[in-house]
């Protein structure tokens, strides 16, 4: 059985493997957790705010801050999703390895 | 030459190392040989096969061991003389343990990047549903697929954090999204030590890139990989740069986060902060206006520790305001987890602070205690710890006493324990020396109290003005603390050869002699060498005040416990500090010891609380503390009282869920998860019994739970946690929850009463 620290390489049993593949696994959560984020953000969009999005497609730093005008609250999402993520993992961590976590 | 693969024999080690048990079948391993003369012989790893022998085998090895274990195994150990035989199985459990833990990781590790792979592939096409129906082009769509790296980079505040307090404003714009996603990942900030502290230290490093080479682009992924090849952590310490020790530091905090250890018990880790500590202990970096004042890196950590009890306990409570206080949480840990924060403001880095984080108060003061730990003053950290001088006492003081004190009394003096009673204007008689001795459980309060009980009239008690005597004297005692600067209580230790003293002179100042608290060893060494800066440390480290609650039932002193965490947890994340939360400190402290000895179930009658007696000493009161602090005692009653209310809700909802209960078993369960007067809530529902009416509220929208609608109650639930449905599939999702709100019969709010 792992403790349960709330740090997901120990949830997952994680703590032997190498450094540079847990690095590789957070890296790959945290993109996880940021496309999740922009489903999210996608869904608010509304009205014309499609031909906008179009408009500032070339122009990184407008289109992201246009984006977060839409998603005021984003640091809150980016906050749920993470534990949402979190949680899955180690609830299907835990059913394919009852034995061992 | 065609090369003969045996299969490896049970019970011996394989080329790992890797034994497979009496009787273990060999066919999981699926060892594909290639028999071809042509071709060199391949032998391709199973993982999971590996996983399943090594599982199997520690299982059987740590059966052998146990024979040797407990009272009976020690006994036929040491009757058999086998004791070679039980050290060399401990031997093998170890390497067999590494192994398995080897080849867990491994198996899943590799599952989780395919579940994360499959979670990613499946979130792309949800997206890609999305962008359709709104109509998205295809370039903009990608746009917006890519917007995330840069969203990454912005802070909290850029993403819509706007909080009030300054340490939350500190916070939202030095964590940007991508360290607040690590940060959760990896603990979010709440480990006691190890995970805050390494969270900690990060941060100071990307003050010390304001200084030097640029900030804006670190996070703790970059720097460990930064770190490949670097030098052994000791190895030429002496003679490397400050900012070399303090990667060190930092690269060791580092990894202790990705692997998930404290590093509290490692050796190389405690000689890197003692040579922090000797390079510069007992060097006060003070700030312009400010005087260095110590605080302890441990009181700092054990407030945090404290206040995210306080978090978690409400996010269980509160849903609605989890989210908000999550992203402080984990923001507070990132930057205030670590005594090295403070390294940010030693000689030239307040340009180095405020270009990090803007208008944000810098810390004012640092000095660096002699075992490497920093330790820091500054408004912020006043906001973690706020002292009962922060209350307006002075205006309700009493004339007498306010004559007599000096308004720029300064702290008690605490000194070491070779120091004797120092000299006062005031004449000391045996008498006021007995009673101000430290007996066993006391602390600075009961003693204080208890000598102004003794001589009420020299204090100005008036029987017929002031009523209750032991009432007033307790509140002349919190009067005269913060005269004194003292917040809250000072455990004291008996010293039966030695007893100290807590005296209180004619003029109100409190003068502590051979006073040993029960502070951290670390922090005690320095009560000799700063005496003033130690009774500071004293003062945050200390216990809530007792606050007498005469004829209260345990009903009001839970709903104040509720109210008093929240405008507390608002306190420390707000940055507010007002009296209410300072009464609230004392007050929660005294409510939580009643409850402890209240009967049970006596929440339900209208039981009178006797009130507490101030000077009374109770025998080995601070030796019966379950975790040696009184403070930590406290908050683990609390959150496992409110984790077990957690408990009840879940059970709630699992009962909802159980097709095979019927409908009036269901209601029940729900009724007494949330018995009347006690709202729960379940997803975006708040659910309250009032009246014997179980109500859930969403928004107005008030729905009459009852035997006859719970099972569309329950589906309502269920269709709430799906909300990601919604995305996808609008119509479908629409269509369900209008057919649920249906059945369920939405009313208004009036309609509801």
Known sequence: MTQDTGNIISLLGLEAWPTEKKLALLEKMNGVVMQRVMLRVLDRLEGSDAQEADRLADQPDALADFLTSKAPDMSALITEEVEKLKADLVKGAKQKYPEDL | ??????????????????????????????????????????????????????????????????KYQGLVGELRTKLTGAGEKKSAIEEEVALIREKYEQARAEVIGEDVMGMLDETATMTGAMAEAVAEKKGLTARAFEAIRNAHKKLGEYNLEKLGWHPEGRIAKMVARGVNARLLVNGILVGGGTAFGGTAAALGAITARRIFGGMSAGYGSFDFMSMLSERKGKKAALEGLESDTTEGLVHRLEDLEARALVNGKD????????KLKAEFGKRFGGQAIAGPEGEAVQLEREVMLQLMSQ???????????????????????TGIGLLAGSGLIAKGVMKGAKGAWHATFGSAQPVEAAVVLPNGDVAVDSPELDHLAPRVEDVDYAAKLHPAVEDAVPADAAHPSVEGAAAHLPETPNAVDAEALKLAEIHKGDGVIRIVSRQLEAKPEAWGYDAAKDGDLHKWASKMTHELMAKNKISGDIRLKLDAAHPGHVLVSPDGKIEMSDAKTYMAEPHAATLAEEPHAAAASAESHAAVTAEPHAAE?????????????????????????????ALDRSMDARAEEILKGAPQGAAEHATTVPRPTVGHVESGA????????????????????LHGEHDVVDRALKTLDNAKLTSAERFEALKAACPEGKGINIESLH??????????????????????????????????????????????????????VKELGLVSPDAAK
């Open chain 2, 622 to 641: 601070a030796e019966a503390s379950p975790t040696g602090d009184p403070n930590l005692d406290k908050i683990v009653q609390h959150s496992e009282a």
């Open chain 2, 307 to 329: 206040k995210q009890e306080r978090v978690d306990a409400l996010q269980e409570m509160h849903t609605d305001r989890a989210t908000a206080m999550k992203l402080a949480a």
């Open chain 2, 263 to 270: 590093l509290s018990q490692d050796e190389t880790y405690q």
């Open chain 2, 553 to 581: 039932t345990t009903s009001d002193i839970e709903a104040r416990l509720d109210q008093s965490m929240d405008r507390r947890t608002d306190e420390i994340l707000n940055g507010t500090s007002n009296e209410e939360a």
């Open chain 2, 687 to 740: 659910v309250s019994q009032e009246g014997g009416k179980m109500l859930a509220k969403i928004g107005r929208d008030v729905v009459v739970v009852t035997p006859k609608n719970v099972g569309a109650f329950s589906k309502f639930v269920d269709l709430l946690k799906e909300g990601q449905r919604a995305a996808v599939d609008p119509e479908g999702y629409k269509a369900d929850l209008d057919q649920v």
């Open chain 2, 1 to 66: 030459m065609k090369k003969d693969m045996q299969p490896p024999v049970p019970g011996t080690p394989d080329a790992d190392g890797l034994a497979t048990g009496p009787g273990e079948s060999l066919e999981t391993q699926k060892t594909s040989v290639d028999f071809d003369d042509e071709t060199p012989t391949v032998v391709e790893r199973n993982p999971t096969a590996e996983l399943v022998v090594a599982r199997k085998l520690l299982a059987s090895k740590q059966a052998d061991l146990r």
